[in-house]
T-cell receptor, first 114, second 112 residues
């Protein structure tokens, strides 16, 4: 089974802190994603990476950056956390190219910024 | 503009009832997913469809490609079916690398 692992399930951070959310997948997938999920808004794409060191902005990249130094790991960085970044963050991965119809999700990371 | 629309947003049912959740999409797709999310966050895929109908236990998913519409049915609903159900499509015809679009989800509560 594909496994997408998010390192932290629950975090509480202070306004202005730098926050790292880590995600690792074990299926050699080319594509990895970071989403945030808020009530009534569904899943919104923050950033997408289609290969090592390659990234693309999603719908809501402001206030976030990402790093993909190794194929299996995709990190989401909040340079200076703010209270409006309190949310649930989901990492996902899929095979790249035409065959990648299935997307696999991690368990989610609940971030509270106080 | 939402490429994927789901209805209803919220649904409460009595145990044993037949439940239908609907999904309409506006883009060309290669696949449609029905996803389930329990409280606590993790999302699992229930079905992947590109045509026709699939059945797994008490769950049935159908898709009509011409009408760009899919339904998820739950027969003999049970409290353990309480979850958020999300419709997602993969559209390889977009110019971005993302290609996945999600509905906002249907929150189902089944009362004993």
């Amino acid at each position: 089974d594909v496994k997408v692992t998010q390192s932290s399930r629950y975090l509480v951070k202070r306004t202005g802190e730098k926050v790292f959310l880590e995600c690792v997948q074990d299926m050699d997938h080319e594509n990895m994603f970071w989403y945030r999920q808020d009530p009534g808004l569904g899943l919104r794409l923050i950033y997408f990476s289609y290969d090592v060191k390659m990234k693309e902005k999603g719908d809501i990249p402001e206030g976030y950056s990402v790093s993909r130094e190794k194929k299996e790991r995709f990190s989401l960085i909040l340079e200076s956390a703010s209270t409006n970044q309190t949310s649930m963050y989901l990492c996902a991965s899929r095979v790249g190219g035409d065959s990648g119809n299935t997307i696999y999700f991690g368990e989610g990371s609940w971030l509270t910024v106080v | 503009k939402n490429e994927v629309e789901q209805s209803p947003q919220n649904l409460t049912a009595q145990e044993g009832e037949f439940i239908t959740i609907n999904c309409s999409y506006s883009v060309g797709i290669s696949a449609l997913h029905w996803l389930q999310q329990h409280p606590g966050g993790g999302i699992v895929s229930l079905f992947m469809l590109s045509s026709g109908k699939k059945k797994h236990g008490r769950l049935i998913a159908t898709i009509n490609i011409q009408e760009k519409h899919s339904s998820l049915h739950i027969t003999a609903s049970h409290p353990r079916d309480s979850a958020v159900y999300i419709c997602a499509v993969r559209s390889p015809f977009t110019n971005t690398g993302n290609q996945f679009y999600f509905g906002t989800g249907t929150s189902l509560t089944v009362i004993p």
